[in-house]
């Protein structure tokens, strides 16, 4: 990967590649490039190896994306850690991965102290990030080389999933698999050089890092890197012409829908918006698309990908509510209505999880557990987690199905559904329901409205209004939360 970078800086050295928007800080390609070796012979002086993990406990900050490159050129793992964790549960994940080295931010330094993991000693990543040259003035220069990692199937990196089925799983990603995504990314979503991006998703999540941040970076684009998700902010960002592209997840972009007048302004260079993480509700798309702003909906998940699809803008309207045609170098496939990926963008396994891995990974494909289905026009389209399905009085129903049409209700800010178990028809839909500020709702209401629009067996039967659904820090709905609150109701 070093190896790209290095491409990258050799092209335009003195071009903007990161800009750090917390700290302040801009970067070049010549310095992200000398900055990252600079932390690559840290890293050796302090003992870490080819294999050996390197933990990082902070926000989005520069120092991280420096990291993943000068672990890249030592062979090492990069191992970034969810922040939003409880200390014991950052304590499990620490345990799984045994890192060499664990390096937080000061905005962490006292969650840091409390970890108790026997003969780790938690490290700031400020002070091993400090040099003795100003590191944003180091330029390029060709004696600079180092024989760094070739191997396309040595890992750099492990993520662990948000356990949204179980406890979180280290999800191993190839140099190999990061440079095919990207590769797929920019020729599928036509990316070059000229690009730039916002990145707010967290960078221990695959949006954060696999979306549109490394792919830019390894394309010679420039990344804005903020410390969080701020809806303002990022739309000022894209007004000011920093943005020609933006990923986010669909509350992310509920929330700009409330500066979308920043995002489609004359100075702005937005081509497209790409969603992700969940399904969006097309009412959302629909202001979006009214506003003039491209918006795509996509699909992918941290073992694959993520960027398994691609979108042509002219069938954006047609096609609301796909996640696009096949990616060029993906594959596809339907196995009893499952959902199955394969290609060079796969990830290497669960980090000592040799039998999870063997029911995710197969001869060469992924089973997404997502249902889905394709059109005549090569379209797919997603129908639900195979887990989230239910079935009522004979019939298959998918939770998605019912809670796009939900979503379409003008009151309705959010909707989820589950399966409910039932004395007569074995399962019914049970559907948790947050209003719109300003708007009243009851059941009979949304009875009514689905009335012609749902097969009477795919309407929920029962409904609870609360003030938001329950999500991770991705923004996925966490439904086994909503099953626990509804099998507690009288």
Known sequence: MLAELEAAATRSPEK????????????????????????????HELGVGAGDRVAVLANNRAETIFLLFACAERGAILAPLNHRLALPEL????????????????????????????????????????????????????????????????PVLILYTSGTTGAPKGVVLSRGMILANARQTREGWGLNH?????????????????????????????????ERFDA?????????????????????????????????????????VISGGAPCPKPVISEYLASGINFRQGFGMTEAGPNCFCFPPSAVEEKMGSVGMTMPGTRMRLMDGELQIAGPHLFSGYWNRP????????????????????????????????????????????????????????AVAEAAVIGVADARWQEVGMAFVVPRPG????????????????????????????????????????????????????
């Not at 795919?458 to 939360?481: C, H, I």
């Open 232 to 272: 303002r902010a990022v739309a000022e960002a894209a007004a000011r012409g920093r943005a020609t592209v933006l990923f986010g997840v669909p509350t992310m972009y509920q929330m700009l829908l409330e500066h979308k007048a920043l995002l489609a302004s004359p100075s702005s260079r937005l081509r497209f």
């Open 439 to 490: 708007h009243a709702l009851d059941a009979e209401l949304l009875r009514r409205f689905c009335d012609g629009r749902l097969a009477r067996y795919k309407q929920p039967k029962a409904y609870e209004f609360l003030d938001a659904l329950p999500k991770n820090e991705v923004g996925k709905v966490q439904k086994r939360e909503l099953a626990t609150r509804a099998a507690c109701r009288p």
């Open 91 to 154: 304590e499990t994940v620490l345990a799984d991965c045994s890192p060499k080295l664990l390096l937080y931010g000061r905005e962490f330094a006292e969650t840091a102290a409390a970890l108790a993991i026997p003969g780790l000693t938690p490290l700031p990543i400020g002070g091993l990030a400090e040099s003795g040259s100003d590191m944003k003035l180091c330029k390029y220069s060709g004696d600079n080389l180092h024989n760094f990692m070739s191997d396309p199937e040595v």
């Open 355 to 410: 039998t999870e891995t063997g029911e995710t990974l197969a001869d060469g494909w992924v089973r997404t557990g997502d249902l889905a289905e394709r059109d005549e026009d090569g379209f797919w389209w997603i129908l639900g987690r195979r887990k989230d399905m239910f079935i009522s009085g004979g019939e298959n129903v998918y939770p998605a199905e019912v809670e796009q049409v939900l979503a379409a209700h003008p």
């Open 16 to 43: 903007t590649a990161l800009v750090d928007d917390s700290a302040g800080c801009s970067y070049d390609y010549a310095a992200l490039l000398a900055r990252s070796r600079e932390l690559g012979r840290r890293l």
């Open 194 to 226: 000229d690009d730039a991006t916002v990145t707010c998703a967290p960078l221990f999540h695959t949006g954060g890092w696999n979306v549109l941040t490394l792919p830019l970076l390894l394309a010679g684009g420039t990344v804005d890197l903020h």
